[in-house]
């Protein structure tokens, strides 16, 4: 069921302003049985001061249908024509304390009955280019229709940029798989495949170790700690440059500790600039490591006063 | 007439949890809460019921073994893991035959699987919802991986002829499944008798919980698990068993066993009085699906020129629960596929409305029922635009001239 607010239910079970009107000076029907809803709105409308003196509906609809027809008949009554105009499908939709995204299209239709009829009323020809499809982004209350209008007028070849145009998908992103859908069609016609931008990517660069050639034999403990030490030396000049320094604190099995000190300490690129002794480090040594930076006591202390 | 109300005629969607199958379920939330894999005795209790529980599934289904009973997650998961298993065991065989008016559970994973690749032969129905069969048996060959039929239709409770079509995938070298989640527990089914390979059934149809399905795999039939993992259910679908619904699933069988005698005579006597009060009282009105072959306990009721949704809130205003196949009642633009398979008009398709009954289903409800329906047609039918008087309008296309359609 769907949840419909108390006013919803309040115009539903106790529709105003039912059935033909007599003396309605002014007719607008909209929808049609096919669509599952159907509205014809009957306005008596004063010559002189456009005033609608009165208005009746029927409709043929859901609830929501039913009690949009009837909360519009009720808002446009004593209003005159132009301002009657001024009203908005949410207008309708704030009128019933909110609907239902999947059904604020009988709040549209409402709106469009109103226009049809005044239309009417002044001998005008009211036509819309009224479309609609199925609701894909619940959050946004966007239809398959607009999506697939939106990626063709303006030759959208992405979901984000779908939901830059329409915001739909730009919610709870549980659409995203129609829109792709709409997005392979549309983009069929002109020619163009789709090409899916959500792929995961990775955040990390991905280190390749090549693994040890058999013949080269397993570095004893000295020959890895040099190694390690010859690491450190060849990356210090950069740090060096950048007025920081690094230091060996211990290497512990697959953890190699050190201590950034200077400018790179809390630097902003401290994480990349681990990464990629990291990188270095299992390069030289051919095996994975770890570089965990520890800070020292006393460096910490001074820090956390402020520094130098 | 005093409401005995709520009245719930929605049992096609889901039925009421027997308390007796409460009962049963509770001690293994509790004392009994032992994994049936584990090897001490809070396992064990659990197997032995399991056990149990499974013959009693076995016996509802005239399966030959009860070993061909695994239990799932919900039909749905029956589904898939028939369907996709008949792929993945005969990768050779490309081409699907289904129906156009299956379940979702079915639909949807077969139009994904056409954007894979495979070729979906939907057949298609007359309007009283039946099959060409003739059709069927040109489709047959050594293509097809699998046939995925259902027995009955969840909104019209129309049979297919599953038994006479599982013969002839048979004798052309097809699997067949069915999707019998409607048929399970309301009708007499000996799967030892047919040729049906794989049939799919729901927990919760039955006056068991929801959350448990069981998939039927007759002995031989080659098989690709959906999840693998455990040895639960003989590898066949990993995951530790759902053991306190397994153990309700297994008394709510026997409880239906026993009872489907009542679904063939009060449940169907109880649908026939509540169909043929209204059809008699309703002008505009209509039967959909084939009303000679269909479960004892659906009716679905077309009331013209009104839209279904607005019957239900009236009719749940008064306590009465039944369901719709309009668009409204789902939030998309058509109204149900079946009904438009069937070729059911607009102007009946939207106002359709599905009462399924029970057999716990009094008939002090069913006249409630009655009497209360043909008011609120007739008030909605006095809100249209396209009903005048007594009648639907003249020529509803001149009277009602949309600016747009």
Known sequence: MWDYT???KEHFYNPRNTGPLDGANATGDVGSISCGDALRLMLKVEPVTEVIQDAHFQTFGCGSAIASSSALTEMVKGKTLDEAMKISNQDIADFLDGLPPEKMHCSVMGREALHAAIANYRGEVWADDHEEGALVCKCFAVDSQMIEDTIRDNKLSTVEEVTNYTKAGGGCSTCHEPIEEILIKVMAERGETFVAAGAKKATQAIVHIEPATPAAPKLGMLARIR?????IAAVRPTLLADRGDIELVDVDGKNIMINLTGACSG?????????????????????????????KAKATACASHGGK | MSAPTPIYLDNN??????????EAMLPYFTEQFGNASSMHSFG?????????ARVKVQKLLGAEHDSEIVFTSCGTESNSTAVLSALKAQPDRKEIITTVVEHPAILSLCESLEKDGYTIHRLKVDGKGRLNLDDYAKLLSDKVAVVSVMWANNETGTYFPVVEMAEMANAAGVMFHTDAVQAVGKIDINLADTKIDMLSASGHKLHAPKGIGVLYLRRGVRFRPLLRGGQQERGRRAGTENAPSIIGLGVAAEQAMAAIELERTQVKALRDKLEAAILAVVPYSFVTGNPDNRLPNTANIAFEYIEGEAILMLLNKQGIAASSGSACTSGSLEPSHVMRAMDIPYTAAHGTVRFSLSRYTTEAEIDFVIQAVPPIVAQLRKLSPYWSGTGPVEDPAKVFAPAYA
Do not use: S, Y
């Open chain 1, 6 to 8: 108390e006013k919803v």
């Open chain 1, 227 to 231: 190694k390690i030490e010859e690491v």
């Open chain 1, 267 to 295: 630097c902003q690129m401290e994480a990349a600039t681990i990464a990629g002794i990291q990188t270095k480090m299992i390069e030289a040594l051919g095996e994975f490591v770890r570089i965990v930076p520890v800070a």
């Open chain 2, 13 to 22: 969607a889901t039925t009421a949890c027997d308390p007796k199958v409460v």
């Open chain 2, 44 to 52: 064990n209790k659990v197997g032995v019921a399991l056990k149990a």
